[in-house]
């Protein structure tokens, strides 16, 4: 029942604002002259069928915030039997980014063979975190002196071709290399002339395969170079067309290896959807893509911890010729914590 108070100069007036505002059915529960001579007029109301079940869904949601409250009232009972420590940063490392889930795992870890009053120390706790994930996330360094075939994959706007011109200046000027550029993206509007435009300035051959039976022929390319690499539009893994062209690209490249470009500012949800689609190609590594615009790693670690693929590059910016260097773990765990 919905009860309310209404105020007006005379009763008709008031009634009819009632009925317009509540409707025909209001009931009137009471009437008042007030001193100053203004009607005021108590009506109550069925509310109608929505509202009704928006208080239910109301319900269900405090329900639902109650139940949070108390399974994380459990988790820390668990975590404090690890004692104050493991509690304290128990609760940084979930203020960090990370999910209840991989900080308890982490404390959990980080708790057994250290006495509880050393993890106090904050230079012990920052040891053992980072011993912590470098046993857990490797890195690797993908340019070896074999020939290679890289693809770069990822989704759209992620830095898949501005990585692809910077690893393609490290082959071309610093490992001194012969380089050729591939595009599997034969639809985007402008891709072609970007790869070109990236090419010219490099001076290293392009060639593109709009068709998946063109395919074959600009892979010939592979044969004058000794390093390929691959730009692909970024599509998902699950759309027909590209899945086909990559697995070609595996018949014609049987050294192909995938890197997939990740970026922070997608939610953990996001990441964890490509790191589990695109790593059934195997990934190589992951590449850090845009960590020049966020200190905010939190999600992209938690992402890394729940399914770990090496760790290669992280790109840093815009320039072609610079804005790219290996990935420091320590440097990653810096971020997360002090962001
Ligand atoms: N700040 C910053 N911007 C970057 C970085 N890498 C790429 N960008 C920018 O991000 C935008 C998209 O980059 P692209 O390389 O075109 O992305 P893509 O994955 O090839 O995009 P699609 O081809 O549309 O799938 C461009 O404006 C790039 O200059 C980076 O490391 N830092
Ligand atoms: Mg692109």
Request: hydrophobic share 40%; net charge neutral.
């Amino acid at each position: 029942m919905l009860v309310k108070k209404l105020y007006g100069s005379s009763m008709k007036k008031v009634l009819k604002q009632a009925k317009s505002e509540l409707g025909e059915d209001v009931v009137i529960l009471s009437q008042k002259t007030l001193p100053e001579g203004e009607i005021e007029l108590t009506v109550a109301v069925e509310p109608p069928r929505g509202s009704r079940s928006r208080d239910t869904n109301g319900l269900e949601e405090e329900i639902g915030e109650i139940k949070q409250i108390l399974l994380s009232l459990v988790e820390e009972q668990e975590v404090l039997r690890l004692g104050k420590a493991a509690l304290f940063l128990y609760q940084e490392l979930k203020q960090k980014g990370l999910s209840k889930k991989i900080a308890y795992q982490v404390v959990q870890e980080l708790s057994q063979g250290i006495e509880p009053d050393e993890l106090m120390k904050k230079e012990v706790m920052e040891k053992e975190l980072r011993r912590f994930f470098c046993s857990r996330i490797a890195t690797t360094e993908p340019l070896a002196e074999e020939k290679l075939c890289i693809g770069l994959l990822g989704r759209t706007g992620v830095g898949k071709t501005t990585t692809l011109a910077k690893l393609a200046s490290i082959e071309r000027f610093q490992r001194k290399r012969r380089v050729g550029l591939i595009s599997l993206d034969g639809e985007k509007v402008g891709s072609t002339e970007e790869l070109q435009r990236i090419g010219k300035i490099l001076d290293v051959p392009v060639a593109v395969a709009y068709e998946r039976k063109e395919l074959s022929k600009v892979f010939e390319l592979g044969d004058r170079v000794d390093t390929l690499l691959v730009d692909t539009p970024g599509k998902r893994l699950g759309e027909k067309g590209l899945r086909e062209k990559l697995f070609d690209m595996m018949t014609l490249c049987p050294h192909a290896q995938f890197h997939l470009l990740l970026s922070p500012h997608y939610r953990k949800d996001v990441l964890l959807e490509d790191l589990e689609t695109y790593d059934r190609l195997s990934l190589k590594s992951v590449i850090l893509a845009k960590m020049d615009e966020t200190r905010q790693v939190g999600s992209l670690m938690d992402a890394m911890l729940s399914h770990p693929v090496p760790l290669s590059w992280m790109t840093t910016g815009q320039n072609i010729l610079r804005d790219i260097l290996p990935v420091n773990r320590g440097m990653l765990l810096d971020m997360m914590m002090e962001a």
